[in-house]
């Protein structure tokens, strides 16, 4: 076989008929015609068969698209239109009139009336002058001279209430540009003419000769029992064929990284823990040792809920929170110098962390040993942009025991961005409301070091309210952050694209 044959591939039935048909018509021909000829019985099999043919050369195909117009309804070429009929309702009116008499007498509907005026004056049919005070339409010169005869668009109206529909090729662009810009009169659609041609490579496989005969593409039991198979033609396999792109079912890049994470602090031996997003003030702030005054509180970096407006508080922490914040209670410190408000903490919100998780764990399980996690979304009062969401996924995690310590912290980060792909991390001093001492954690990703999130010991006055005696390390990390680095991408907002398409290119793994 040649080397011109090898690329080919075996044509088939459809193919060969096409070819056949085309030389017949004299190399060039529509599908409408190769369909006539071959007598195929679809024109979808013509079209399957061109396609196939003209990925092996053996064919090309011109296309020429032309645009057709049409009445959006056939009754329009039988009405005015309003600025038409208002000109008629002025005319009788001696060429003069006030708007609102026009809406009270004339029978255009008071819709009808405003679209009327647009196009009066867009048309110079009429302009708006004002005598004793009051304002009042009349005719122009120009809509004097309309009244004797019809203007372009209303004769491409007339023009294709009788002939159905007219080619681009036929009509003033400027006109139809102006009927497209008003609705309900003009419809647009458009057709597709392809000239198939026959190529030199097609001409040389018909030189070859082609014997059309009937032919096997898949061996049924039926044609094996009939012997239909002897006197058929079984079409061999070609490995080069062009074959479409199968997408599998698969899981949202976010999805994929969230049960990653989960698996992660699973194998590490933590408990997951979940709580509701709206909470109130008190577990996501007043718990945490965040005063009342603090500015995160402010409505324009947190979502209070119109309903419920307030939530209901555990009455046996009320009294050690407010302590805390008031004088320090029994921990030492000096606590905020101000006056606790139960109002202000029982206020509803969508949760702004999910520390929150975090310290209403602790609070039911307050004996150690404890190692616990969450994966899980939080809101904020954001503007978006490439590195801010209002809605984003946060990864916590505590853990309580009577020697947990800051180096513990540390080596739970690094032996957790290690499983997580990223061998170099680091961490520097910081400063946080509710843990002391605290850090930043910074993984390296192409020769920089980013910072991933954050940590620390919870204070006393977290603790101490709750009847926690031993050390509790604590953490909160970005996951979008995460996410944008092992996918190698550079704006945050990507991470909850759904384009199809982009999603198919995604690997599974």
Known sequence: MSEENEDAGELSYLEKATLLALEELGGEASPDEILEKSKLDEKVKV??????????????????????????????????????????????????????????????????????????KDKNWAEIVKEGGESYLKITKKGREALKEK?????????????????????????????????????????????????????KELEKGIELRPQINQLTPEIIKTDAWKEARIRPYDVKAYAPKKFGGKKHPMKREIDKVRQVF??????????????????????????????????????????????ELPEDKLEPIKN?????????????????????????????????????????????????FSVDWNFRSEKHDPTHLSQFVQIEGIVMEENASLNMLVGMMKEFYKKMGFE?????????????????????????????????LFRREVLEPHGIEHPVIAWGLGLERLVMLRLGWDDIRRCYENDIETLREYPLL
């Not at 036929?170 to 597709?192: A, C, G």
Request: charged content about 35%; glycine content about 6%; some cysteine.
């Open 47 to 120: 079209m399957n068969a061109v396609s196939w043919l003209d990925s092996k050369s053996m064919v090309e195909v011109e296309e020429e698209v032309i645009n057709y117009y049409s009445l959006y309804k056939k009754s329009q070429a039988k009405k005015d239109l309003p600025e038409r009929k208002a000109l008629k309702f002025l005319d009788k009116k001696g060429g003069r009139c006030s708007i609102p008499k026009m809406k009270e007498e004339s029978d255009l509907s008071k819709k009808k009336v405003g679209i009327a005026l647009g196009w009066l």
């Open 151 to 203: 203007g372009r668009d209303e004769e491409l109206i007339r023009r294709l209430g009788k002939e159905g529909k007219l080619p681009e090729s036929e009509v003033d662009k400027y006109t139809v540009k102006k009927l497209l810009s008003r609705k309900e009169i003009l419809d647009k659609d458009r057709e597709v003419f392809r000239t198939v041609r026959l190529t030199e490579k097609g001409k």
């Open 266 to 311: 699973l194998e590490m031996g933590f408990t997951e823990m979940k709580y509701d997003y709206i909470q109130p003030a008190f577990w996501n702030m007043d718990a945490l040792f965040i005063p009342q005054d603090h500015p995160a509180r402010d409505m324009q970096d947190t979502f209070y809920m119109e309903s419920p407006e307030k939530l």
């Open 324 to 372: 805390v914040h008031e004088d320090g209670g029994d921990t030492r410190s000096e606590g905020w110098k101000y006056s606790w408000s139960e109002d202000e903490a029982k206020k509803s919100v969508l949760r702004t962390h999910t520390t929150v998780a975090s310290i209403r764990y602790l609070s039911d399980n307050p004996e150690p040993p404890v190692k616990a």
């Open 424 to 456: 170099d991390v680091k961490v520097r001093p910081s400063y946080f409301p509710f843990t002391e001492p605290s850090l930043e954690v910074f993984a390296k990703f192409k020769g920089d070091y980013l910072e991933m999130g954050a940590g620390g």
